[in-house]
């Protein structure tokens, strides 16, 4: 069965970095574009950011003027976010999601919380 | 980027009523429209996508449609474990977005 499960939050002071890890297994990674979504504490979904299932292709969202990068390592099944320069309106719980052309998002991690707080 | 309402953003309702929560694109997104539902401390789950497919597992009391700017999620009878949070998100353009939510409450 399909399963992502992700991995790397924890507590961070701003400004410093963190890199959040999604480990799939029960499909093959390598033919699936990946995402990033994050839910602040009691607010909605946030699109991230979108890879291309062969690493090639990255789309960010314009709220984070390039602090964060998507990757992945298809011979490990890992989808990687790495955050930077974090400010405390990070904090949120990061999800990440397989997708479908076509369909969309079908199926999600369970989510992993990063907190930016001094 | 499109902008994605949802309408009512919350409602009472009681087991075994039909439900309907709307969403509204601010331009036209063809039929590239997902419906999730989210439980407290849970990951979303998707429901639906292409505005009216149905992803496996999911019961047949929820049903999808619409086309354009216009959607809806229907809930045919509601049973106890569809009290959640319900949001839409259109995928026919990069940045993807999300509606508000609809929190569906006990009555």
């Known amino acids: 069965q399909v399963q992502l499960v992700e991995s790397g939050g924890g507590v961070v002071q701003p400004g410093k970095s963190l890199r959040l890890s999604c480990a799939a297994s029960?499909?093959?990674?390598?033919?699936?574009?990946m995402h990033w979504v994050r839910q602040a504490p009691g607010k909605g979904l946030e699109w991230v950011a979108h890879?291309?299932?062969?690493?090639?292709?990255?789309l960010y969202a314009d709220s984070l003027k390039g602090r964060f990068t998507i990757s992945r390592d298809n011979f490990k099944s890992t989808l990687h976010l790495q955050l930077n320069s974090l400010r405390a309106e990070d904090t949120a719980v990061y999800y990440c999601?397989?997708?479908?052309?076509?369909?969309?998002?079908?199926?999600w991690g369970q989510g992993t919380l990063v907190t930016v707080s001094s | 980027d499109i902008q994605l309402t949802q309408s009512p953003s919350s409602l009472s309702a009681s087991v075994g009523d039909r439900v309907t929560i709307t969403c509204r694109a601010s331009?036209?997104?063809?039929?590239?429209l997902a419906w999730f539902q989210q439980k407290p401390g849970r990951a979303p789950k998707s429901l639906i996508f292409a505005a009216s497919g149905l992803h496996s597992g999911v019961p047949s009391r929820f049903s999808g449609s619409g086309s354009g700017t216009d959607f809806t999620l229907t809930i045919s009878s509601l049973q106890p474990e569809d009290f959640a949070t319900y949001y839409c998100?259109?995928?026919?353009?990069?940045?993807?977005?999300f509606g508000g939510g609809t929190k569906v409450e006990i009555k």
């Open positions: 999601a397989r997708s479908i052309s076509g369909v969309g998002f079908d199926y």
């Open positions: 029960g499909f093959t990674f390598s033919t699936y574009a």
């Open positions: 331009q036209g997104i063809s039929t590239s």
């Open positions: 998100q259109q995928y026919k353009t990069y940045p993807l977005t």
């Open positions: 890879i291309s299932y062969d690493g090639t292709y990255q």
